[in-house]
């Protein structure tokens, strides 16, 4: 929990849920995301622990047949399931135009509910292939909503890193880190729960980019934080400047990786450096009004690596970069555009009443009746998974 106490809607909303079964915790003081996730793990209670975000949601079979499986592979401590999507209407931006006012959900209906479909594959092999195709990250374990852990899991995690959560990011890190520290993963084929994106999310803020420079003081933040419990860069994780976009998140945590000793050299010098800040340059936008500041920061970064390198990239992109171009700036009102939905079930885009799913709990609702009334199938062609070893 967050926020003042008295008759605030975060109160209001605990107060409805008001469960014995329930435990709501406030910390002590406003904490970084980052340890907004340890705090929340090390005061749980449960056996079995699964983090969701605000804008996620669980589909109502999960529990059950998550139970199945945790108690078929007893032996495992940490699961990954299939994720179903959902992008709330107010997740927009210039850089995704025409999508404000809108709902959008993602889900599959190739799967049998009370049979999960389990798939056991090498942890490695999948983190290597998220370097040429980041969408695999969503089979590694994020310690978010797209996977659990028993809680001794907890103990050997910090036994093997010397860290709970840290880094830049709180699930991508988590994900490079358990790629690389465990031999195998278990992948449950079953959709379980629902990735929102909502215009309140951090991810959403980071992929849609900077629109207006509102950016609170160091002196406010002192103030709510104290800056207790924020995260430093070192200097392998400058090699990979933050720029908003999926790679340069995904090398830097790499970076981090390696800073604690979970990935080692080797993966590194076999890597095609200039290929990945080739990618992390394609991910810039000349909309981003902090567009000038990422580029410099990004051939900073680029620099602590040599001149050769550095002369590469001015060669290459950086004299492009420096180009003036117009930027018509639309300003889009969410509010005053009409409010639509588009609904993808098994790569086809199909109907349904109007205003089916304008929030998580409805899109929720929606892929349970869908499931309801298709009935159920045999498991069908999944998602390919790179390095499948056995099912």
């Known amino acids: ?15 409805s849920f008001h469960d014995n079964r329930i435990k709501y915790y406030r910390a ?14 090390l005061k749980s209670e449960g056996e079995f ?41 107010d997740a927009s931006g210039k850089y995704k135009r025409g999508e404000a006012g809108k709902a959008v959900l993602t ?10 479909e389990v798939i056991i594959y090498p942890a490695k092999d999948v983190f290597l292939d998220c370097f040429e195709e980041y969408g695999n990250v969503m089979y590694l374990p994020q310690l978010y909503h797209n996977s659990g ?15 709970l959560w840290a880094g830049i990011s709180q699930d991508i890190c988590m994900a490079v880190t358990i790629g690389n520290i465990e031999d195998t993963l278990c992948f449950i084929a079953t959709p379980l729960t629902v990735s929102g994106m909502s215009g309140a999310s951090i991810g959403c803020q980071c992929v849609l ?4 420079y509102n950016q609170k003081s160091i ?35 790499i970076m981090y990786g390696n800073a604690i000793g979970c990935i080692s050299d080797k993966i590194l010098e076999e890597r095609d450096w200039k290929e990945m800040y080739k990618k992390v340059v394609m991910e810039l936008q000349k909309e981003d ?30 004299q492009d970069a420096l180009q003036l171009v117009t930027i018509e700036d639309k300003e889009e009102c969410i509010e005053s555009l009409s409010y639509s939905e588009v609904i993808i079930i098994d790569d086809e885009k199909v109907e349904a009443e109007p205003e089916s799913i304008t929030d998580i709990y409805k899109a929720i609702l929606f892929l349970e009746n869908l499931k309801n009334n298709k009935g159920p199938r045999l498991p069908g062609e999944r998602p390919t998974i790179k390095s499948q070893v056995d099912n």
């Open 219 to 253: 002196e406010e933040k002192m103030k709510s934080t104290f800056q207790q419990g924020m995260r430093v860069q070192g200097y392998k994780e400058r090699l990979f400047s933050i720029t908003s976009g999926f790679f340069s998140g995904f090398y830097a945590c």
């Open 149 to 163: 852990i028993r809680r001794e899991y907890l103990s050997i995690l910090y036994e093997k890193t010397g860290v």
């Open 107 to 116: 889900g599959h209906t190739d799967f049998q509910i009370g049979k999960p």
């Open 209 to 212: 980019g900077n629109t207006s």
């Open 289 to 318: 009004i902090l567009y000038d500041a990422k580029v410099h920061r990004l051939r900073y970064a680029v620099s602590l690596l040599g001149e050769e390198v550095l002369e590469w990239f001015d060669q290459i992109f950086y």
């Open 49 to 89: 622990l699964i983090a969701m975000g605000a804008d996620d949601g669980i589909l109502p079979w999960a529990l059950e047949e998550l139970e199945k499986v945790i108690e078929q592979y007893s032996e495992r401590r940490i699961f990954t399931w299939m994720e179903e999507n959902y992008k709330w209407k």
């Open 1 to 15: 929990m967050d926020g003042g106490g008295g008759e605030t809607p975060i109160y209001n909303i605990c107060q």
């Open 28 to 41: 002590p003081r406003n904490l970084p995301l980052m340890k907004n996730f340890e705090y929340a793990f």
